[in-house]
């Protein structure tokens, strides 16, 4: 009897210790909240207002229109922080707006690899995307990629490229590496 109940103690111990680490890992773990892009598909409604539903693209400018509050910034925000200006641009024409902002298409987000990959070419980015799974969604390396020379190229305030080494990343070195896209990245396989 005395085993059963230290057995049972001791497990009680071991789920809560492991409950609090995974909660200290998602807790360190970088946002990965979708940030809007020209091109994406948004849909935006306001509760008890049907003449406020739009679906709206965004321009190639990062900007929407919205009626009583004019062109809006929308890329490069969140859903969230997107539904939050919207309601607070609103709230000088209608008392305590309930604003409701969805994703309809993730076209504007995307990424290219080009060189030595078996399905070289543009692919949308739906989702947070590593460069090791970009390699794999354009179909993996060919027999010939030097696997150990991959470059992504970063086209922000100022066009960078970030080293990856396929090969290191199969040894568990240099995992920091394998960052993940933005968008517009290309990533090269020579």
């Known amino acids: 009897m ?3 109940v230290v ?3 001791l497990r009680c111990l071991m789920m809560f210790s492991l409950m609090g680490f995974s909660q200290s890992i998602w807790a360190d773990a970088p946002n990965t909240d979708y940030l809007l892009q020209s091109g994406d598909i948004i849909e935006v409604s ?3 207002e049907p003449d406020l539903q739009r679906e709206l693209l965004i321009s190639p400018s990062g900007k929407i229109s919205f ?3 004019g062109h809006l910034r929308a890329e490069g925000n969140s859903i969230e922080k997107l539904n939050q200006v919207i309601a607070e641009e609103l709230a000088a024409y209608i008392p305590d707006p309930s604003v409701t902002v969805m994703l309809k298409s993730t076209a504007g987000n ?3 690899v080009i060189g030595k990959v078996n399905r070289p070419g543009q692919y949308p980015m739906a989702q947070a995307t590593t460069v090791l799974q970009a390699l794999s ?3 993996g390396t060919t027999t010939y990629a030097n696997t150990s020379d991959i470059k ?3 086209h922000d305030a100022e066009q960078s490229a970030i080293s990856f080494s396929y090969d290191d990343i199969k040894e568990g070195k240099s995992l920091s590496k394998n960052v993940r896209l933005l968008n517009g990245d290309v990533v ?3």
């Open 46 to 48: 306001v509760w008890k």
């Open 137 to 139: 969604i354009a179909g």
């Open 152 to 154: 992504v190229i970063r």
């Open 188 to 190: 090269v396989v020579p």
């Open 110 to 112: 995307r990424f290219f």
């Open 7 to 9: 057995t049972k103690t």
């Open 2 to 4: 005395r085993y059963l």
């Open 67 to 69: 009626p009583l509050i």
